[in-house]
């Protein structure tokens, strides 16, 4: 699935869609509840089949376009329907599939900080990968960056994982992932990111 070209490049943000990814619209998504402070940046792992990658179907899946009998895994969520804000291919290829200003269906059941619903607050980030195992540079190189962008505009004052919003049911992106690099490539205080994390 080939995603469409930004609309208007000179700008880097039109209605939540950042102009320096390809955007392919989810159907899965809603609007946030009114008033709420988006400041919070939760990041993912995903790859379907788990350690599979290159394929398409990660956007079939948050497209609702996925075959449930192309490979047995996906018989494990036929019917789900989700999507994540932004999606970071192993090569550093950059998707969108919701508006950040919108609720993208990302986080599931979860609480961070002692708010609950995290999906009403929060903009989903997922990367190519399997939960444990390590991502590519490439991947850090589009992560920084739209997570500067995302910066500039949203009043962001966390970033956590899947595993640190749902604890327990998920472990997502994993002991792979490189926390500090990120911390560093941003100039962040360690205050932005979980407790003990760093």
């Known amino acids: 699935m080939k ?10 943000w ?7 990814s390809g955007r392919l619209a989810s159907p899965n998504c809603g609007p946030r509840p009114a008033g709420t402070k988006v400041d919070l940046i939760v990041l993912h792992s995903i790859s379907l089949p788990p350690g599979q990658y290159g394929g398409d179907e990660v956007q079939r899946l948050f497209t609702n376009q996925l075959d449930w009998n192309q490979h047995p895994y996906f018989k494990s969520i036929q019917g789900m329907e989700v999507s994540s ?10 998707q969108q599939f ?15 900080l002692g708010r609950s619903n995290c999906n009403d607050h929060s903009i989903g980030i997922e990367l190519e990968g399997l ?4 991502f590519e540079d490439r991947q850090y190189e589009t992560l920084a960056g739209l997570c500067a962008a995302i910066l500039q505009d949203y009043p962001i004052a966390h970033i956590a994982g899947h595993e640190h919003i749902a604890a327990g049911r998920k472990a997502d992106p994993g002991k792979g992932f490189n926390w500090r690099l990120l911390q560093h ?3 962040l205080a360690p205050q932005y990111f979980p407790a003990g994390l760093l």
Request: hydrophobic residues 35%.
């Open 14 to 20: 039109v209605d939540g869609w950042y102009q320096f």
């Open 185 to 187: 490539s941003l100039g």
């Open 85 to 94: 804000h932004f999606y970071i291919r192993r090569q550093g290829e950059l």
């Open 3 to 12: 995603p469409s070209e930004p609309t208007n490049p000179t700008a880097l």
């Open 131 to 134: 939960e444990g195992d390590l």
């Open 98 to 112: 919701v508006s950040a200003n919108d609720r993208a269906w990302h986080a599931g059941v979860s609480s961070y």
